[in-house]
T-cell receptor, first 114, second 113 residues
Framework: GNSVTQMEGPVTLSEEAFLTINCTYTATGYPSLFWYVQYPGEGLQLLLKATKADDKGSNKGFEATYRKETTSFHLEKGSVQVSDSAVYFC?????????????FGQGTELSVKP | DAGVTQSPTHLIKTRGQHVTLRCSPISGHKSVSWYQQVLGQGPQFIFQYYEKEERGRGNFPDRFSARQFPNYSSELNVNALLLGDSALYLC????????????FGPGTRLTVT
């Protein structure tokens, strides 16, 4: 079946530190991959996406590359800010008949200290 | 432009009761999906509707049902509430069901006591 596994949190970093949040997936075929962010008390916001192997999604300084050979989609940012504190969710969308259904990881809480 | 809206924001119900949650998609979006997010976990897919028809269903009991109206808004109904139904219920809208771009509302926080 389809599933997503993320590194456990919480992750605590100092401002301007480098961020990596690991995400690996299991899927039949070639899914589309996403990172969503959830700020306290809010819904989910799409952060970035990649729809095929070797695609790199990027937004607001965050990047993730679709690695088919390692079934991974790790989130990175070179210099985090306090405002990046949130919960980050890796997700996949299967192709074909199950398209449109997002399958999420358990989320990784990021806390950035000044 | 208004984003996805959901009502109510918070709701407290007693075990055994019934609840109706509402969602209005972004203008022009014809597909609505519902997700349940239990505290500390990622959202779980419940339903997807498009053009008033169910296009997908997750692994939830028959106590959960939904419908979509001609204006593309949607309702999620849960009967015979259990304590385990306490969660944040998220609605997402997209232009079409297979769209990569799904936009989430702020959610309805349901507490079952």
């Amino acid at each position: 079946g389809n599933s997503v596994t993320q590194m456990e949190g919480p992750v605590t970093l100092s401002e301007e530190a480098f961020l990596t949040i690991n995400c690996t997936y299991t899927a039949t075929g070639y899914p589309s991959l996403f990172w969503y962010v959830q700020y306290p008390g809010e819904g989910l916001q799409l952060l970035l996406k990649a729809t095929k192997a070797d695609d790199k999604g990027s937004n607001k300084g965050f990047e993730a590359t679709y690695r088919k050979e390692t079934t991974s989609f790790h989130l990175e940012k070179g210099s985090v800010q306090v405002s990046d504190s949130a919960v980050y969710f890796c997700a996949l969308m299967p192709r074909g008949g199950q398209g449109g259904k997002l399958i999420f990881g358990q989320g990784t809480e990021l806390s950035v200290k000044p | 432009d208004a984003g996805v809206t959901q009502s109510p924001t918070h709701l407290i119900k007693t075990r055994g009761q019934h609840v109706t949650l509402r969602c209005s998609p972004i203008s022009g979006h014809k597909s609505v999906s519902w997700y349940q997010q239990v505290l500390g976990q990622g959202p779980q897919f419940i339903f997807q509707y498009y053009e008033k028809e169910e296009r997908g269903r997750g692994n939830f009991p028959d106590r959960f049902s939904a419908r979509q109206f001609p204006n593309y808004s949607s309702e999620l109904n849960v009967n015979a509430l259990l304590l385990g139904d306490s969660a944040l219920y998220l609605c997402a809208s997209s232009l079409v069901p297979l769209s990569y771009e799904q936009y989430f509302g702020p959610g309805t926080r349901l507490t079952v006591t």
